[in-house]
């Protein structure tokens, strides 16, 4: 079945660049997802990018999609200590209807 | 655009009641989805409507567990009896069309004891 993995920690001195990676199996997946969640809060979608995409970029957030090795990667450069929180990885297949699978998410620690 | 809504955002019962979890879609959306965090698990699909029609409940944990949507603006999702094991986030999500951006709610966050 589909499946998302990614590592669960990371942590990062303020300034610094943070890149999350996450790999999926599902070779039919064309939507790709980011998700940020804060403690205490609900998910909030960061970014997205379609899997006819290399990259994508806004602002401080990127995102790079290698499609033959189906690994996903988001980097924020500038890491600040608002950027601490929990980032998912979310694939979904170009089927009508169907759910996003999420990773089981990255923890992003930030030390000033 | 008031987002998602669900309700009550945080609820502590003890085992064997029952438990009634409520979402308001965003307005005009017509996928709406259920699913549960854990800490073991992450996030896990639960069931999901599409006008208002189930989809998909392969998620359900168990005959616990009933999902409802009477019409486009509202849904819950019932536990009766609730166990300790049950103790999680459960997010309400929805979505206008196909593959468009899901919006996630606050969540409502389940305490079983």
Partial sequence: ?112 | DAGVIQSPRHEVTEMGQEVTLRCKPISGHDYLFWYRQTMMRGLELLIYFNNNVPIDDSGMPEDRFSAKMPNASFSTLKIQPSEPRDSAVYFCASQGGTGNTIYFGEGSWLTVV
């Fill in chain 1, 1 to 112: 079945g589909e499946d998302v993995e990614q590592s669960l920690f990371l942590s990062v001195r303020e300034g610094d660049s943070s890149v999350i990676n996450c790999t999926y199996t599902d070779s039919s997946s064309t939507y790709l997802y980011w998700y940020k969640q804060e403690p205490g809060a609900g998910l909030q979608l960061l970014t997205y990018i379609f899997s006819n995409m290399d990259m994508k970029q806004d602002q401080r957030l990127t995102v790079l999609l290698n499609k033959k090795d189906k690994h996903l990667s988001l980097r924020i450069a500038d890491t600040q200590t608002g950027d601490s929180a929990i980032y998912f990885c979310a694939e979904r297949s170009n089927q009508a209807g169907t759910a996003l699978i999420f990773g089981k998410g990255t923890t992003l620690s930030v030390s000033s």
